[in-house]
């Protein structure tokens, strides 16, 4: 009867600490918190680099409206921009690496170009969104196969956690997130497609190599 009521005890004690302390929350803890929940999710015991963003938190964005150009924003006025962060992009003829502005809206997706949109993903569209098992910080962004769509988006992103779980907690495609091992084929136009092979090296590069793959060190 004793041990039965000290457990009785014990859970109660630790019920009135789990409720002090989510009273005490801010609400931007709590945002922080719903986060990390989702990247958990999508990234625990999958992706490298994953426990050692634990202790870092997610900024509410890397840049603010006011630094994008106005164009831009007169573009996509009525949307509310909720995440801005600077990416590179990757061509789909040829990789080359371009220096790029991904946009999150509440129900878009924008790669922006100093003072023009190059592509919009509306949410409602997306198909899916990659990364590899490495500690790389590529995501690939895949579209609808049609006529609004130049192909896949590839990025680069510096906190590739961190936007990968805007991402998908915006869109609500966190059930589509893919964490692939060795390489992924992605889309670059009409009914072609190209493959990404993802490797360990000394250092980390993106590159097309000789047979016309783009490779991720």
Same mark, same amino acid.
């Not at 909720?82 to 946009?103: C, M, Q």
């Not at 992103?157 to 495609?173: D, G, P, Q, S």
């Given at each position: 009867?004793?041990?039965?009521?000290?457990?009785?005890?014990?859970?109660?004690?630790?019920? @009135?600490?789990?409720?002090?302390?989510?009273?005490?929350?801010?609400?931007?803890?709590?945002?922080?918190?719903?986060?990390?929940?989702?990247?958990? &999710?999508?990234? *625990?015991?999958?992706?490298?680099?994953?426990?050692? *963003?634990?202790? $870092?938190?997610?900024?509410?964005?890397?840049?603010?409206?006011?630094?994008?150009?106005?164009?831009?924003?007169?573009?996509?006025?009525?949307?509310?921009?909720?995440?801005?962060?600077?990416?590179?992009?990757?061509?789909? @003829?040829?990789?080359?690496?371009?220096?790029?502005?991904?946009?999150?809206?509440?129900?878009?997706?924008?790669?922006? =170009?100093? &003072?023009?949109?190059?592509?919009?993903?509306?949410? *409602?569209?997306?198909?899916?969104? *990659?990364?590899? @098992?490495?500690?790389?910080?590529?995501?690939?962004?895949?579209?609808?196969?049609?006529?609004? $769509?130049?192909?896949?988006? #590839?990025?680069?992103?510096?906190?590739?956690?961190?936007? #990968?779980?805007?991402?998908?907690?915006?869109? @609500?495609?966190?059930?589509? #997130?893919?964490?692939?091992?060795?390489?992924?084929?992605?889309?670059?136009?009409?009914?072609? =497609? &190209?493959?990404?092979?993802?490797? #360990?090296?000394?250092?980390?590069?993106?590159?097309?190599?000789?047979?016309?793959?783009?490779?991720?060190?």
């Amino acid at each position: 009867f004793f041990m039965q009521t000290s457990e009785c005890i014990k859970k109660i004690c630790m019920r @009135n600490l789990v409720r002090k302390y989510c009273r005490g929350l801010t609400a931007e803890r709590k945002v922080q918190l719903q986060q990390k929940v989702v990247t958990s &999710a999508v990234f *625990s015991g999958k992706k490298e680099g994953y426990l050692e *963003s634990l202790s $870092q938190p997610f900024l509410e964005t890397r840049l603010k409206e006011n630094d994008l150009n106005p164009k831009v924003l007169q573009l996509i006025r009525g949307e509310n921009i909720k995440y801005v962060t600077p990416v590179i992009k990757y061509d789909r @003829n040829g990789f080359k690496a371009r220096e790029r502005l991904l946009v999150l809206t509440q129900s878009s997706a924008y790669v922006v =170009e100093m &003072a023009k949109i190059k592509q919009k993903i509306e949410y *409602s569209t997306l198909k899916g969104i *990659s990364t590899s @098992n490495l500690s790389d910080g590529i995501v690939v962004i895949h579209v609808p196969e049609d006529n609004k $769509q130049k192909g896949d988006v #590839v990025l680069q992103c510096e906190h590739i956690f961190e936007t #990968v779980t805007k991402l998908c907690i915006l869109a @609500n495609k966190q059930s589509l #997130v893919k964490v692939v091992k060795g390489s992924l084929r992605f889309r670059v136009g009409s009914g072609k =497609e &190209a493959t990404m092979v993802f490797s #360990v090296g000394p250092e980390p590069q993106v590159f097309k190599d000789k047979t016309g793959q783009l490779t991720v060190v």
